[in-house]
């Protein structure tokens, strides 16, 4: 498994513009997705935005196989919710499969709707959508330029640390989680051989469990560096480099907004 969150040292357009035009990216992704999108109709707003994604991830030059962990860990949610709407959407007329009577709540869930399907799917291209936006922003920005641009904002100290370190403990997670897998099949424990019956019975606890472990003492060591290094002391703490927007940043700032209103225009005339 690979960690979809994490920062890939490169020269790139993407990872030279400044956090504040990759945050903005991000907020005005979330801004779409959290106006109702449910119609099939509204299906190209978001196919465009996921488009402008996808062109500041080639540009990036990320590799695929990240992009393909983080499908592979959204995979069973989008499933999930397709299934779930599919048999409890109210308003469905069009079975596609059949199982039975089973009204509650108004709807009958022994029949899989067409149109609960389709509710499911838009919801699973929304989340997408906002989960295109956020490994960007983290693996095109370095810890150090993300703290000095919430300095920057004049954010407090205590915030900002607490962004910076969530992100990072996200792909220490990650790689601890394949240093574990890696030792148990070592040890003749393989979970990828599990059918999934077994994998969910037996395959997990050997693996959550040193996971939790290491996490508790990687807190630890966490907080002594923290007063090794005078964290929360008084006064305003140095920057190791002085961000400064770009004629570039504002350029690409003006294209984010102008395919923001496009996809505004369109969610009302569709």
């Known amino acids: 498994m690979n960690a979809p969150f994490r920062y890939i040292q490169r020269q790139t357009i993407v990872h030279r513009l400044h956090p504040f035009t990759k945050m903005i990216y991000v907020l ?17 707003v978001l196919l465009i935005w996921l488009s402008l994604s996808a062109m500041l991830w080639v540009a990036a030059r990320i590799e695929l196989g990240r992009f393909a962990a983080l499908l592979k860990i959204l995979a069973g949610t989008f499933l999930f919710l397709m299934l779930a709407q599919g048999f409890t959407y109210r308003h ?18 022994g029949e899989l709707t067409l149109e609960g399907v389709q509710l499911g799917f838009m919801l699973s291209v929304r989340i997408l959508t906002a989960a295109s936006s956020l490994p960007l922003l983290v693996m095109t920005t370095s810890n150090a330029e993300l703290m000095a641009a919430m300095s920057q904002l004049r954010l407090p100290k205590v915030v900002t640390f607490m962004f910076v370190s969530a992100l990072s403990f996200t792909s220490l997670i990650f790689e601890m989680w394949n240093n574990i897998v890696d030792a148990q099949k070592l040890r003749a424990f393989d979970i990828d051989r599990m059918d999934p019956i077994t994998r969910l019975r037996k395959a997990y606890v050997p693996i959550i469990t040193p996971l939790i472990l290491l996490l508790f003492r990687k807190a630890n060591d966490f907080q002594i560096a923290l007063e090794t290094k005078g964290f929360g002391s008084p006064g305003r703490p140095t920057e190791i480099e002085t961000l400064r927007m770009r004629s570039v940043d504002f350029l690409a700032i003006a294209i984010f907004l102008a395919v923001f209103v496009l996809c505004n225009i369109l969610r009302f005339h569709l």
């Open 28 to 44: 005005l992704t979330l801004l779409l997705i959290l106006v109702p999108l449910y119609d099939i109709r509204h299906l190209p």
């Open 92 to 109: 469905g007329k069009t079975v596609l499969i059949k199982f039975g009577d089973l009204h509650f709540g108004g709807s009958n869930m």
